[in-house]
């Protein structure tokens, strides 16, 4: 018998090396197998089945590889809030738009890690940009000026619609504030002695985040209703019916207009021009402020800068987070200098957000990104792919739509697509699901070259006869 020892970190803390150390002595003193011997300290038990030192025979790679995978699995299982329903692959390494597992088995990835690895895994630029900064400042709070963070900001704003930029961690933290932000508009707006406006329209099959102000703008029911009540005054309504939307701006008491240009956990449904073009004109009309969310579909998705761009039309609010610091936590909300006068000190903030590394990991991001060429070559693989999906999967019973614009692209089904998660991944392929669980989400790294895309395109291909085997026990 052999003695595996799994690390999730490629450094083990010296308390935690001591940790194990006893435990290795204390188990050798124990039974043969020791599964049941538990080591006292000064402040806890530890079991060792909870430990990532996994005994195996030595005989099979197989039973080695899932006694790995296994085995944190099973720490997950013990020691992790339960809410995610995770698929059953530890994956331990990546490079480019592959990932690897500990059992050293090859994925190409296209769900990147829900569209926020724009650059892949490893990028050299990205990397480089946070070792540099990781050794000279991480973190001093928004109690002082950094130079990253200004510097990020200033970019920002020169490619883009806005004056001003807000940052925070997350894509939720994003349209928190921009709640926040709309609010404290109106208020500051408001000089007629009426109440200010304090609600907001949101869409169907709209997805804003799981923070207790998004959560009440995300359309899902089933997201809501166990945390209600959540916060009142939001209606939802038809994603592209402009009429309703423009009547029920025009009633009053409208904040803002969430809506994202293209939907990606919705479905991956796309705004028309005149849609949003409607909702600009109600929005100048009235007062009311429009926010366009771009977490997902912004930062270079959907072929251009901004998602927004392709419309012609322009928000007074943008949110953006997932790509934008190339896997580490941001989020963004970027205003019009008529919503930042609102705004003032102590109004908003955060601990963590914009700080020296994070923010110099952005910017190696939004340089690379925001290349016309880099556009460009998103856009023409986008159109690759659509019509590559279309040659193979489109003659399938099943496939309804082949949807999207550049490199965020939905395969709507007639059936559950979790059948075709699997399959796929199966094949050393990840993809994700949208919608109500019937589309396949692809959102690749925007680094993915044609040779990929045919591989994706080809697994997808093989893998659709599941479908029908599903739907036949």
Not at 84 to 92: D, G, I, M, N, T
Not at 107 to 123: K, P
Not at 321 to 335: E, M, Q, R, S, Y
Not at 382 to 395: E, I, N, T, V
Request: proline residues 4%.
């Amino acid at each position: 018998m052999s003695t595996i020892h799994i690390c999730l970190n490629h450094s083990i803390s010296q308390s935690s090396y001591n940790i194990r150390k006893l435990f290795n002595l204390e188990r050798e003193k124990a039974s043969a197998r020791g599964r049941a011997a538990v080591i006292r300290t000064n402040c806890k038990s530890v079991v060792p089945k909870a430990c990532l030192n996994v005994d195996v025979e030595a005989a099979s790679a197989g039973k080695v590889g899932s006694a790995k995978a296994n085995a944190v699995i099973e720490m997950e299982g013990k020691y992790l809030v339960g809410t995610y329903a995770r698929a059953p692959v530890v994956l331990e390494r990546g490079q480019g738009c592959k990932v690897y597992d500990v059992e050293g088995r090859e994925y190409l990835d296209l769900s990147a890690g829900i569209a926020v690895n724009a650059l892949g895994h490893g990028d050299a630029e990205w990397l480089k940009a946070v070792v540099s900064q990781a050794g000279t400042l991480t973190h001093v709070s928004n109690m002082y000026y950094t130079i990253p963070q200004i510097e990020l900001a200033k970019r920002l704003v020169a490619c883009s619609f806005a004056d001003r930029v807000f940052f925070a961690n997350s894509g939720t933290e994003a349209n928190e504030a921009a709640i926040k932000f709309a609010r404290k508009y109106q208020r500051h707006t408001c000089t007629d002695g009426k109440a200010p406006a304090t609600e907001f329209i949101a869409f169907s099959n709209c997805f804003h985040g799981r923070t207790m102000g998004a959560l009440a703008l995300t359309s899902k029911v089933h997201y809501r209703a166990p945390f209600e009540p959540v916060m009142p005054g939001v209606t939802f309504l038809e994603y592209g019916n402009a009429d309703a939307a423009i009547e029920r701006i025009k009633q009053g008491n409208i904040a803002a207009v969430f809506v994202e240009p293209i939907q990606g956990e919705g479905g991956i449904y796309s705004a028309t021009r005149e849609f949003l073009e409607s909702l600009r004109r109600a929005c100048d009309e009235t007062g009311a402020l429009l926010v366009f969310d771009e977490v997902q579909c912004g930062l270079g998705r959907s072929g251009y800068l901004w998602a927004h761009e392709a419309y012609g039309v322009f928000p007074d609010i943008m949110t953006l987070a997932k790509p934008l610091a190339g896997g580490l936590p941001i989020g963004t909300v970027l205003v019009t200098e008529r919503v930042a006068s609102a705004i003032n000190y102590g109004d908003h903030g955060s601990t963590f957000a914009g700080n020296p590394l994070v923010c110099n990991a952005a910017l190696a991001v939004l340089d690379k990104i925001s290349k016309p060429e880099f556009l460009s070559s998103v856009c023409k693989k986008g159109l690759y792919f659509k019509d590559l999906l279309k040659q193979k999967l489109g003659g399938n019973r099943h496939v309804r739509e082949i949807r999207g614009l550049g490199l965020i692209i939905g395969i709507d089904l007639d059936v559950p697509a979790s059948p075709l998660v699997d399959a796929c991944r199966n094949s050393g392929l990840l993809v994700l699901t949208a919608g109500k669980g019937n589309v396949i989400r692809l959102v690749p790294p925007l680094i993915i070259t044609e040779q990929e895309i045919e591989q994706a395109a080809e697994i997808l291909s093989q893998a659709l006869p599941v479908l029908d085997e599903d739907n036949q026990k």
